[in-house]
T-cell receptor, first 115, second 117 residues
Framework: NAGVMQNPRHLVRRRGQEARLRCSPMKGHSHVYWYRQLPEEGLKFMVYLQKENIIDESGMPKERFSAEFPKEGPSILRIQQVVRGDSAAYFC?????????????FGSGTQLSVL | AQTVTQSQPEMSVQEAETVTLSCTYDTSESDYYLFWYKQPPSRQMILVIRQEAYKQQNATENRFSVNFQKAAKSFSLKISDSQLGDAAMYFCAYRSPTQGGSEKLVFGKGTKLTVNP
């Protein structure tokens, strides 16, 4: 059973470009979380999605950031018109939901570097 | 809003010795979950140990154990018989009781643990 798969592992963008980060949850998991880790910081919650629904986006910046988890395919975190401050590691985690407690599995993250 | 504080940015320990990493948190809730995650250089977040607030007994997983002091809102991690492979960033995390299935975590800033041979 493959774990949470994130790609790309490293992504370099110039200011103003778009960044698309992909996350394939573990098989059987229908709940996806995105976190951002700035340098020297802990992970900060961004958004929680279930298939085709955004459940909690309280941690998402109001502009330029969006997320989706379609019925088919991976979850996508999209950052438009990237700025240097967006440089960070972005982690995806998945769970089967329904109060699964510790059954939250993390991917290895995508390191976004904005030049 | 809940907050998690790790007051030790860095710690070091000799191989085979014991080290304790500190974590305090702030919450007005009475029921919640606490976690310690390990992040090695590979960046993979690995769950080390989990504690439910309603349980008085401290959680233990092999060489890892916690000292959970609910009244003091303290949740320290003790690593016994430290091994070179324990070297990593360690993050303390808090989770509210499940609301709508949400597993949203609040993380501290982490403690970098170095294990000296």
């Amino acid at each position: 059973n493959a774990g949470v798969m994130q790609n790309p592992r490293h992504l370099v963008r110039r200011r103003g470009q778009e960044a698309r980060l992909r996350c394939s949850p573990m098989k059987g998991h229908s709940h996806v979380y995105w976190y951002r880790q700035l340098p020297e910081e802990g992970l900060k919650f961004m958004v929680y999605l279930q298939k085709e629904n955004i459940i909690d986006e309280s941690g998402m910046p109001k502009e330029r950031f969006s997320a989706e988890f379609p019925k088919e395919g991976p979850s996508i975190l999209r950052i438009q018109q990237v700025v240097r401050g967006d440089s960070a590691a972005y982690f995806c985690a998945s769970s089967p939901g329904l109060g699964s407690g510790e059954k939250l599995f993390f991917g290895s993250g995508t390191q976004l570097s904005v030049l | 809003a809940q907050t998690v504080t790790q007051s030790q940015p860095e710690m070091s320990v000799q191989e085979a010795e014991t080290v304790t990493l500190s974590c305090t948190y702030d919450t007005s809730e009475s029921d919640y979950y606490l976690f310690w995650y390990k992040q090695p250089p590979s960046r993979q977040m690995i769950l080390v140990i989990r504690q439910e607030a309603y349980k008085q007994q401290n959680a233990t997983e092999n060489r890892f154990s916690v000292n959970f002091q609910k009244a003091a809102k303290s949740f320290s991690l003790k690593i016994s018989d430290s091994q070179l492979g324990d070297a990593a960033m360690y993050f303390c995390a808090y989770r509210s009781p499940t609301q709508g299935g949400s597993e949203k975590l609040v993380f501290g800033k982490g403690t970098k643990l170095t294990v000296n041979p």
